[in-house]
């Protein structure tokens, strides 16, 4: 994008407001200072910036003074400021910006021309970020004002409503990261005939795994959950943690832990196949008049019921918390990050209501996986895959499994088959 000097420079002339803000850069030995504030230029630039995406966007312009003179800066510092600039933008505001970075020559006062730094703020669309430290920032006129409560809850409300979370961009992601491998079998098995094209982009956005943004195409958080190698890179927590616990409490001395990576079909196959080998899943057999009966702790098609809704059904906006699976001698413990969607209650699914799920596309596209456990898909989209997991484990064990609204997640409790059993 070409940037129009004469109009640039009659808005720097006009002073700043919503939408600009100057600031000279000066330096002092190897330490940099953005004008007349000494301290934290990065913490300072993440306050503008996140103020300005989460209004309209906006331009900074670095090298200029706060009366609208252009100062520049020393060319021999280019690579120094542009590195101020990418970290305050990707590690002080979370989410992270991604800023357009063109340098220009401004007429200073002198006359002579000015080596500038002019930093474009995109409008967020799908997030409000904020601050390293919390805060949540709006611009008004040339000043930066916390966001009340109501007019946050309002914001945050509408943006999710508009773009949920499995549509929106990865912006830290290239489309690179998304495995052709993958990709192909994936597309192969859904679509017979269907042939690689020579551009991936048209088909991902058709099928939203990836987005346009700014002219550009970036990975969607569904698209990364699906076909990224290592999706928690850019989804912290976007993985299985397993433990194995000999007593009946987590103690701090698990016999063995395990974590699942990658993509969220290979997460949910690996882990029902480390439950059902597991040492605290034996099949008892039991002699009787009619011969010998193998009875299992669990219910193959339970647990894999189990670790799809942990995995599917999970929140992904809570960042850096991951499925957690504990399992002792007498039951299996599934935690996800997030509540029930849409106002669903333990009690309503308990009843056979049909559920709403908070991540569609992703259940989609796991109607197309075969489980080795079953023959069937991940999801079924009859919607009552809860209840089997309810009658086909309260048989075995003679026990309703026990599902808790914990506040920041669900937990599903499953219990182990009755001695009578065998066990």
Aim: negative net charge; contains cysteine.
């Amino acid at each position: 994008m070409t940037i129009d000097i004469p109009t640039l420079m009659a808005s720097i002339q006009a002073g700043e407001d919503t939408g600009l803000e100057l600031k000279e850069v000066v330096f002092r030995g190897s330490r940099m200072l953005l004008g007349r504030d000494g301290s934290r230029p990065a913490a300072r630039l993440a306050e503008v910036f996140t103020s300005m995406a989460n209004m309209d966007g906006g331009t900074v312009v670095l090298g200029v003074r706060d009366d609208g003179v252009p100062v520049g800066i020393d060319r021999n510092k280019r690579e120094l400021v542009e590195q101020l600039v990418i970290n305050a933008a990707t590690e002080n505001c979370q989410p992270m910006i991604l800023p357009r970075l063109d340098w220009e020559l401004l007429p200073g006062e002198d006359g002579n021309p000015k080596l500038c730094l002019v930093i474009g703020i995109p409008e967020s669309k799908f997030e409000v970020h904020q601050t390293a430290d919390g805060r949540y920032l709006q611009r008004i006129g040339s000043h930066l004002r916390p966001i009340p409560g109501p007019q946050l809850a309002r914001l945050l409300g509408s943006r999710r409503l508009a773009n949920p979370i499995e549509e929106r961009p990865i912006v830290d992601a290239a489309m690179e990261d998304l495995d052709d491998l993958h990709l192909r079998r994936h597309f192969r098995r859904r679509f017979p005939d269907w042939a690689p094209p020579d551009d991936w982009r048209e088909t991902l956005i058709a099928h939203k795994l990836a987005v346009e943004v700014e002219s550009r195409v970036l990975p969607t958080c569904v698209g990364i959950l699906l076909f990224a190698e290592q999706p928690e890179r850019f989804l912290p927590g976007a993985y299985v943690d397993l433990a194995f616990y000999a007593r009946d409490e987590p103690d701090g001395k698990a016999v063995d832990r395990k974590r699942f990576f990658g993509p969220v079909p290979e997460q949910i196959e690996q882990t029902v196949s480390w439950l059902r080998a597991s040492p605290l899943n034996p099949v008892a057999s039991v002699k009787d008049g009619d011969g010998r009966h193998d009875f299992p702790t669990y219910d193959d098609r339970a647990l894999q019921e189990a670790v799809v809704n942990a995995v599917v059904h999970r929140d992904y906006e809570v960042r850096g918390s991951q499925v957690i699976i504990n399992m002792f001698p007498d039951r299996v413990v599934f935690q996800n990050p997030g509540s029930l969607y849409n106002r669903l209650t333990p009690e309503m699914l308990y009843a056979g209501c049909q559920p709403v799920r908070r991540n569609q596309i992703l259940a989609g596209f796991l109607r197309h996986y075969v489980s080795p456990v079953t023959g069937g898909a991940y999801m079924e989209a009859i919607g009552e895959g809860f209840l089997n997991l309810v009658r086909a484990s309260e048989r075995l064990s003679g026990r309703r499994p026990l599902l808790e609204d914990i506040g920041s997640g669900m937990r599903l409790t499953i219990y182990a088959a009755r001695r009578e059993h065998g066990r």
